[in-house]
C-alpha cells in the first residue's frame, strides 16, 4: 500500500502536536503579577504539634498584606519526603521560595554557591538581637547566614514516675551503678527499663542515647575529637549494655522511631529520649504517660555529669532573588515568624523550643512538661551537639546499621566504631 | 524492501512523535545519568570531572555489592516463585471452580493497594512484641520459635521478600488471560485419550502458555532488580545492612547529596538489569529454537 504524503504529514503533525504544546506552554507571557506570591513547602502540617499555630501565623500575615505578599503553604508532611523534595528541588536549580531544613553537615552544603538569600547584613540589625547567643553563629558558613535560625532542641531522658515507683525507686538515679541497678530493679518489676531502636534513616532514639554517653565521658566538645578517640568504643560499649539482658524491648534492632515512642508511651518501656515537639503528641496520644514524665541528665560513668544534649533543630530559608521587593517580602515574613510574641505562641502551644527570645505573657499556663523542659535546660551543666549534627546523612544512616550489627552480637563496640569510621572515610 | 525504501518520509514521520518522546524522556536523561557519574556533584556546586572514580568507589563499598546480590536475590525469587505460583492458580481458576471469579478478585486485590498500606501491615504483623506471626506461635505452644522476624539477620531479608511474593494477582491475571485463551477443543482431544488434569496442565495448558510465562519472568526479573519500596519501608536495609538493595543505596547516596555515585549507581542498576535480562531472553529463546528443532 502507497502512503499518501499528505495524509502522512498531516498525521505526522497531529501526533507532534501535543509533544509542541507541552514544549511550548513554558513560554505563554505569565499574566501581570502585583501580588508577591510566595511558595512555602512545609512539614509543619497535619500530626505536627506546630501545625495548627504556623498556619493560624501564615494566615494572619496574609490577611495583614492582603494584595501585596501572599504565603502560599505546600503542605508535605513526610520528614523524609519533605528533605527529598528540598534536596531535588535545590538539584534542579528550584530553589522553593521559603522553606525550612534540619541543620546538619549535609544540608549546610545549600551554603555552596549563591542558591541561597542572604540575611547576613539584615541580621546584625535589631532583628539579629532577637535571637538567642550562638544561634546566628551556630547558622554562619564562611562568615554569611544564608538561613534564618528558628527552633532549637532539647533532648533530655524522659522517665516514667509511675513505673520507677512500681519498681521501687523513689527518684531517678544520679550515678552510673544507680542507674543500672534502676533498670535491674524495672526489669526485676517486669517493666522494659529502655526505649530504643535501630531503624529509621538515623536510629533517633539509640543516637541520642550515645550522644548522652559519648558527651557524659568525653565533655561539651567530645565532637571536635576524631572517632578514633577511644571515648567512642567506651560510649559504644555502654549502648550495647543497653541492648543486652531484656534493658530494652525485643523489637528495639530494626524498629523506627514510632516503635520506640509507642512504647514508652504505652507505658510499656521506662525511658526513652527525645525533643519537646513530641509533648504535644505523648499530651494527646497518652495523657497517663504523659502526666507521669519527668526529665533528666544521663548518669554516666564519665567526669562529665548534668551534660544535655541540645542543637539547632531547623532553619527558614530562601531562594535567592534579584528583585528588591521579592526579597523585602521574605524578609518581611521572616521577621513576623520570628516575633517575640507569635514565637511565644507556637512554643506555648507546641511545647517547641526556639531560638528567639521571648517572655511568657502573665497568668498564661506553660505547659508542666514544657516547663520542666526549660527548667533542665537552664540548669544543665553542659550542653554539647547529638551524633548527627557531626556527620552526612549516609554516615548517620550507617550508626543504626552497624549498630544493629552490635546489638545481634555480629560485632564488637570496636568494629562498630570501625564501620562508622569507614563511612566517614576517617 | 523497495516498498519501504520509496515509502522512508512517511515512515519517518510517523516514527518522529515517538522518537522525540523517547529521546526526551529517556535517552537524554539516561546519557545524563552516565554523565553525572562520571562527576563529583552535590547539586549546587559546579560539576568536577573525575572519571570512573565513583565507579571504582562503589565496587570498593561491600554494602553496595551486599545490595547487588539482594537484587539478584529478589529477582530470582520473583520469577521462580512469584511466577510459578501465579501460574498454577490461573491454571486452577481456568478451571472455573465455584467462587473463581470472587477468588479472581480477591487475589488481585493487594495489587490495587498501596505498597505503603500493605508494608505497614506486614511490620504490624512480623513485629516481635505483638506481631500476629509471634503471637500465633506462642498460642500453639511454639514460644521458642517466635523471632524478631525484622530485626534478625537471617530473617530479616526472607521476610521482605515473602510478604512479596505472596501477592500474585499482577502475574496470575495476565496468565489467566492466556490460559483462558487455550481452545477448549485440545482439552476435549486429551480427555478422550485418557489424559488426566495434571497432564492435560503439564503437556497443553504450560507449553502453550510458556511465552507469556517468560515475558511474566522478565518482569518478575526487572522488578526484583530495581525493587526498593518495600525494604525502604519495613527495614530501610537494616539490620545491618542485611536487606541493603541498589536502589536504597542510590537513594542514600542522593541524600547525602552525593549524586556523582548515586547515578553511578543508576548507570550499574541499568547494566546489570540489561544484561541478566538479556541473557534470561536468550536462554529461553535457545531452549526454544532447541525444541523446534527435535520437533
Redesign the interface.
Known amino acids: 500500500m502507497?502512503?499518501n504524503?499528505t495524509v502522512?504529514?498531516l498525521?505526522?503533525v497531529l501526533?507532534?502536536a501535543p509533544?509542541l504544546l507541552i514544549a511550548g506552554g513554558g513560554q505563554q507571557a505569565a499574566p501581570e503579577q502585583r501580588e508577591i506570591v510566595l511558595n512555602w513547602p512545609t512539614i509543619w502540617v497535619g500530626q505536627d504539634a506546630k501545625a495548627t499555630v504556623v498556619e493560624q501565623l501564615v494566615n494572619e500575615f496574609n490577611q495583614a498584606n492582603a494584595g501585596q505578599i501572599r504565603i502560599n503553604m505546600q503542605p508535605s508532611p513526610d520528614y523524609?519526603g519533605y528533605?527529598?523534595l528540598i534536596?531535588?528541588s535545590?538539584?534542579a536549580g528550584q530553589v522553593p521560595d521559603l522553606f525550612v531544613f534540619n541543620v546538619d553537615p549535609?544540608q549546610f552544603?545549600?551554603y555552596?554557591?549563591d542558591?541561597l538569600m542572604d540575611f547576613t547584613d539584615d541580621l546584625k540589625g535589631p532583628w539579629g538581637n532577637r535571637f538567642v547567643d550562638g544561634a546566628i553563629q551556630a547558622s554562619t558558613r564562611n562568615g554569611r547566614v544564608k538561613s534564618v535560625p528558628f527552633e532549637s532542641a532539647l533532648t533530655p531522658i524522659w522517665y516514667n514516675t509511675a513505673l520507677f515507683e512500681r519498681a521501687g525507686i523513689s527518684q531517678f538515679p544520679t550515678t552510673n551503678a544507680g542507674f543500672w541497678e534502676a533498670a535491674e530493679k524495672l526489669k526485676a518489676a517486669g517493666i522494659v527499663p529502655m526505649s530504643h531502636m535501630?531503624?529509621?534513616?538515623n536510629a533517633w532514639t539509640s543516637m541520642l542515647w550515645y550522644s548522652h554517653i559519648v558527651a557524659n565521658i568525653g565533655g561539651p566538645d567530645v565532637w571536635s575529637k576524631p572517632l578514633s578517640d577511644p571515648v567512642f568504643v567506651q560510649a559504644a560499649e555502654i549502648l550495647l549494655r543497653m541492648y543486652q539482658d531484656g534493658n530494652t524491648?525485643?523489637?528495639?534492632?530494626?524498629?523506627?522511631a514510632g516503635?520506640s515512642g509507642g512504647?514508652y508511651q504505652a507505658q510499656?518501656t521506662a525511658m526513652f529520649i527525645n525533643g519537646p515537639w513530641y509533648i504535644g503528641n505523648i499530651r494527646t496520644n497518652s495523657p497517663e504517660a504523659y502526666a507521669n514524665t519527668r526529665l533528666a541528665a544521663f548518669p554516666g560513668p564519665g567526669n562529665y555529669q548534668g551534660g544535655q544534649i541540645g542543637f539547632l533543630l531547623s532553619n527558614l530559608a530562601a531562594a535567592n532573588t534579584n528583585d528588591p521587593a521579592r526579597r523585602a517580602a521574605v524578609i518581611k515574613f521572616m521577621q513576623w515568624m520570628t516575633e517575640p510574641a507569635n514565637v511565644a505562641r507556637l512554643s506555648l502551644d507546641s511545647g517547641a523550643l526556639f531560638t528567639i527570645r521571648f517572655d511568657i505573657p502573665p497568668g498564661t499556663e506553660v505547659d508542666p512538661l514544657q516547663q520542666m523542659f526549660l527548667e533542665i535546660n537552664s540548669s544543665a551543666t553542659f550542653i554539647a551537639e547529638h551524633f548527627q549534627a557531626n556527620f552526612?546523612?549516609?554516615v548517620v544512616?550507617e550508626f543504626?546499621?552497624?549498630l544493629?550489627?552490635m546489638?545481634?552480637g555480629?560485632?564488637t563496640p570496636q568494629q562498630f566504631i570501625a564501620q562508622i569510621r569507614a563511612a566517614a572515610g576517617q | 524492501m523497495k516498498q519501504l525504501n520509496k515509502n522512508w518520509k512517511g515512515i519517518g514521520l510517523f516514527l518522529l512523535p515517538a522518537g522525540v518522546l523517547y529521546s526526551l524522556f529517556f535517552i537524554i536523561p539516561l546519557g545524563f545519568v552516565f554523565y553525572v557519574s562520571l562527576q563529583s556533584w552535590n547539586g549546587i556546586s559546579a560539576m568536577e570531572f573525575i572519571g570512573l572514580t565513583n565507579y571504582r568507589n562503589l565496587f570498593q563499598n561491600p554494602t553496595f555489592i551486599l545490595g547487588i546480590r539482594n537484587n539478584f536475590i529478589w529477582a530470582m525469587a520473583l520469577a521462580f516463585i512469584q511466577v510459578p505460583l501465579a501460574a498454577l492458580i490461573a491454571m486452577i481458576l481456568t478451571r472455573k471452580p465455584r467462587g473463581w471469579r470472587f477468588l479472581r478478585t480477591v487475589y488481585f486485590l493487594p495489587n490495587v493497594i498501596s505498597q505503603v498500606a500493605i508494608a505497614m501491615l506486614w511490620i504490624s504483623i512480623y513485629n516481635a512484641e505483638y506481631g500476629a506471626i509471634n503471637q500465633f506461635l506462642t498460642m500453639i505452644g511454639l514460644e521458642d520459635l517466635t523471632q524478631n522476624w525484622l530485626g534478625q539477620i537471617e530473617t530479616a531479608l526472607p521476610a521482605v521478600i515473602i510478604q512479596q511474593v505472596l501477592y500474585i494477582g499482577y502475574f496470575m491475571i495476565i496468565l489467566l488471560a492466556a490460559t483462558m485463551s487455550i481452545p477448549e477443543s485440545f482439552y476435549e482431544a486429551a480427555q478422550l485419550d485418557g489424559a488426566n488434569v495434571f497432564q492435560q496442565d503439564w503437556y497443553i495448558t504450560l507449553p502453550m502458555i510458556k511465552s507469556i510465562m517468560v515475558v511474566c519472568m522478565t518482569l518478575a526479573i526487572s522488578y526484583g532488580l530495581r525493587h526498593f519500596e518495600a525494604t525502604f519501608l519495613m527495614t530501610n536495609g537494616g539490620p545491618a545492612n542485611s536487606t541493603m538493595v541498589m536502589g536504597l543505596h542510590l537513594y542514600r547516596r542522593t541524600s547525602s547529596l552525593d549524586y556523582g555515585q548515586a547515578n553511578a549507581v543508576g548507570t550499574t542498576l541499568i547494566l546489570v538489569g540489561g544484561t541478566i535480562i538479556v541473557v534470561i531472553r536468550r536462554l529461553f529463546s535457545r531452549r526454544d529454537k532447541a525444541a523446534d528443532a527435535v520437533q
Not at chain 1, 535501630?198 to 534513616?201: P, S
Not at chain 1, 524491648?249 to 523506627?256: F, I, Y
Open positions: 502507497r502512503l504524503k502522512a504529514i498525521l505526522g501526533l507532534l509533544a523524609d528533605r527529598d534536596n531535588t535545590i538539584a549535609t552544603q545549600y555552596d554557591g542558591l535501630t531503624g529509621g534513616t524491648t525485643r523489637d528495639a534492632v530494626g524498629a523506627d516503635v512504647h510499656n552526612p546523612a549516609d544512616a543504626g546499621q552497624a544493629g550489627s546489638a545481634l555480629r560485632s
